[in-house]
Nanobody, 114 residues
Framework: QVQLVESGGGLVQAGDSLRLSCAAS????????AGWYRQAPGKQRELVAT???????NYADSVKGRFTISRDNAKSMVYLQMNSLKPEDTAVYFC????????WGQGTQVTVSS
């Protein structure tokens, strides 16, 4: 059973940066694709970014050029570097590992004030 724990969220001002981290335990993450998703109040959960086992990345149009997803298989970590944050980035951010099985973390709150 894989467990995911996100960290790094917080309250920041527009234009600031944050780095989210996702620590995985129970299995090596090299067997899984990984992703970051977010859910704002009253909205559906949406994809932010994904990174495949091979390292290919994909981003939502709303974050392209501002966010960067990365992974460190040796440390069982997945990261999301978020730059030039906007108020509309405010949401709970979730980490996901997926392939044959699908695992989600509990989420970390990111709040961007204007």
């Amino acid at each position: 059973q894989v467990q995911l724990v996100e960290s790094g969220g917080g309250l920041v001002q527009a234009g600031d940066s944050l780095r989210l981290s996702c620590a995985a335990s129970g299995s090596t993450i090299s067997f899984y694709h990984a992703g970051w998703y977010r859910q704002a109040p009253g909205k559906q959960r949406e994809l932010v970014a994904t990174i495949t086992i091979g390292g290919s990345t994909n981003y939502a149009d709303s974050v392209k050029g501002r966010f960067t997803i990365s992974r460190d298989n040796a440390k069982s970590m997945v990261y999301l570097q978020m730059n030039s944050l906007k108020p509309e980035d405010t949401a709970v951010y979730f980490c996901r590992l997926f392939r044959t099985y699908d695992y989600w973390g509990q989420g970390t709150q990111v709040t961007v004030s204007s």
